[in-house]
């Protein structure tokens, strides 16, 4: 009698594995922006990331999420330790990431198109390991703040090394460091001035102790972190290490990580500081001022992730609609699907023009005022936009899925955890367009910066020049606060759509056609007529 197989049916009609991916020659509109925004001569180191992000992090990824750091407070015999323990993969994903330049390339090769260059490899990490994009983001950042004090110049220099140490070990004993930032207490929020840390000066000079609590320590396991505390002389900002010069262990004491919706691979904690040893950057009383250029680098970098973000959720859909057929024809064959798809592509390559070439000012802010104004303002423009754009969008990606797109089995559910993280780090929505009425008001060279920007690109499309001129009006009307979001997102769109037609990008009379035009629809998908879907999707397509 033959035996009973019970196999009820074949696997078919469903996709292969996704990936490995090539992230940067798949990626158009990277190659393009980075070219345009002058980093072109990075193009080899690159390459060479985008092939491994798309690959090897990528699979590090999967066992740095599965298995979430944990807080190791004490030794079996009682000593504090205040670690953060993580799966191997994390610190391999870390090495990898700081030999390439992740955190430090515009600091260790300062040359024109190193600062582009570094915003293209945390674009490129960010779809990988999104987690450790954390301390990344914020150990480059760092490095301009801890310039600005000659005593913390070996502080600055390690940050720069192209060499990871995970160790926890006095700053001497290291290759290299990591950073870490604290601003956020209970009571304050983003109303960082209403912080109630206490600094007390020591007798030797720019030393203190320091007292109080933090109720978002981001990546407490770096070496050492910026913080905000209360000095006599008002709000001032302090480098504090985990291990004082003396080599003693710092009274920083770690009391829980926070348990988030996302970022499961990175750790975030609420901490105390019970005298721990600080050491001053910049003057007492100009905390905020010290490390506001921290701050608008990790602005940067939130549009950056976010826009990395929208690009492998858009690869995700673009597998599966290659390779999934309903109702007698391929998914990517069926037009309302088409038109999905070529909107995703549409929102994700003017995040990507806009965020390079914001990098691109940044670049260039040392040496041309314009430039660094227009990095000013359009840094709080382009984060409060584009990282609010991030989630709407996975979710429309997980839907080109089905079902399967809400199964942690796929990449899409850890991306859409990530996707709210960027819109609430730095500074929520509120705060960015606070701060652009802010700019306006009292940095008059921002809005002539906003201006010039965005005139450069009128008589190429009439769409634009339509929204242009009612954008100016509004600008020139000046919003008042309950108004701010409106002209915020006015700018950011003509922000995009400026980069996008300076920048002669293939798809930019498409996207004015979707965004600026009169038929501009509230949901993914909905196309106006005329607009080319399938030169949206040809330029998207993804080999594999």
Known sequence: ??????????????????????????????????????????????????????????????????????????????????????????????????????????????????????????????????GSSCPLTMTHAAVPVLRQAPALREWADKACAFDYDGRDLPLAHKRGATLGMGMTEKQGGSDVRANTTRAMPLAAEGEYLLVGHKWFFSAPMSDAFLVLAQAPGGLSCFLLPRWQPDGAKNALRLMRLKDKLGDWSNASSEVEFENAWAYRVGAEGRGVATILEMVMLTRLDCMLGSAGLMRMALRQALHHARHRSAFGKPLLGQPLMRSVLADLALESEAATALALRV?????????????????????????????????????????????????????????????????????????????????????????????????????????????????????????????????????????????????????????????????????????????DADAALTRAYLPG
């Open 1 to 130: 009698m033959k035996q009973a197989t019970f196999a009820t049916h074949d696997v078919h009609n469903q996709p292969p594995p996704p990936g490995p991916f090539d992230l940067w020659k798949d990626d158009a509109g990277l190659r393009e922006a980075v070219a345009r925004e002058g980093g072109d001569a990075f193009a080899a180191r690159l390459a060479g990331y985008g092939a491994l992000a798309g690959g090897e992090l990528l699979h590090l990824a999967d066992d740095a999420h599965r298995d979430r750091p944990r807080l190791k407070t004490h030794d079996a015999y009682g000593r504090r330790l205040d670690r953060v323990e993580f799966n191997a993969a994390w610190h391999d994903v870390m090495g990898k990431a700081i030999a390439h330049g992740v955190a430090a390339l515009s600091w260790a090769q300062p040359q024109p198109g190193a600062h582009v260059a570094r915003a293209a490899l945390s674009y490129l990490h960010y779809q990988a390991e999104p």
């Open 359 to 531: 990098a691109g000012a940044v670049d260039r802010a040392p040496h041309d005022p314009h430039e660094a104004a227009l990095a000013r303002i359009a840094t709080a423009i382009g984060k409060y936009w584009i990282c609010k754009r991030a989630p709407g969008l996975v979710n429309e990606a997980q839907e080109c899925l089905g079902g399967i797109g809400y199964i942690e089995d796929t990449l899409l559910p850890r991306l859409y955890r990530q996707a709210p993280l960027n819109s609430i780090w730095e500074g929520c929505g509120n705060i960015q367009c606070l701060d652009v009425l802010r700019a306006l008001a009292r940095e008059p060279a921002t809005g002539v910066a906003l201006r010039h920007e965005l005139q450069a690109a009128a008589g190429i499309d009439a769409r634009f020049d339509a929204a242009l001129h009612a954008g100016m009006a509004l600008l020139e009307a000046g919003a008042d606060e309950a108004g701010a979001r409106a002209l915020v997102e006015r700018l950011a769109l003509l922000l995009q759509g400026a980069a996008l037609l300076r920048g002669g990008h293939p798809l930019a009379g498409a996207w004015c056609g979707a965004r600026l035009g009169d038929a501009r629809a509230a949901t993914y998908g909905a196309l106006p007529a005329g607009i």
